[in-house]
């Protein structure tokens, strides 16, 4: 925020492609207990391939133990949270469940950062084109595991951190750890360095959306006026005598 982003939380549910759409990055940290619907799913695939900027924050135990479907959207990009939790008994921050490391890919993300912390993370598998930047050292279990990755698939980007707990406040090994606020400032940056044109491409992708929107309206409109002018003028069935038998009233109602 110090650095000039805006933070917004107001979002209605269920999540929609115009309401994503007014956003440069989205984040979804770690929706405990919490499933994305089918409609929404297709959206936020909609939205990056738009042009948009998606991260997924989770956390150890993966979909199975925190009771999401975050896997729904992310292997879509190539991108598959485990259930299961990196741990370490040689290279750690004091606990197995807190270990370090400087596994790295060469990758913007990880520009000036020599070592992080990986609290309660769960492992990526990665497949398709999307890239592993981050993983656990080779002595950790599970070894040499990708815990960060990213994926650019259309136009926009996606990425999913195996734990959410590195950017939490007021814990061990958490943002008050400078070498990962580093790597948030590099996420930021890495997620914004083309933002004005895919700006202009979700602004063009919402206008369409509103503007074939408001045709179906109109069509649904006009075929509903049509039906009624149509029952309006069916004329009634009467016998010379003026008197309608229930014969014709049938054969009135039929028509």
Sequence with gaps: ??????????????????????????????????????????????????????????????????????????EEFGIRCNNDQVCDDNHNYGLRTLPFTQNFNPHPLTRDIEMLLLPSSCSLTIFKDAIPVVSSDDDADPPNAP???????????FVFFGTYEIFRDNIRGGIQVIQHRILLKNLLDWLSEDIERQRVILGFQRLCGAVNYKIQQKEKKKAKAQVVKKIAVTPAIRPLDGRVT????????IT
């Design 1 to 74: 925020l110090e650095e000039g982003y805006e933070l917004f939380t107001d979002f209605e549910f269920p999540l929609s492609f115009g309401q994503l759409s007014r956003c440069d990055i989205v984040f979804f940290a770690c929706p405990d207990r919490s499933k994305f619907r089918e409609y929404e799913i297709e959206q936020i695939i909609k939205y990056v391939k738009n042009g948009g900027n998606v991260v997924f924050l989770g956390n150890a135990g993966g979909d199975k133990g925190l009771g999401t479907n975050l896997n729904a959207v992310s």
């Design 147 to 157: 815990v960060i990755a990213v994926s650019e698939k259309g136009l926009g980007k």
């Design 246 to 253: 229930p014969e014709a009233m049938l054969d009135q109602i």
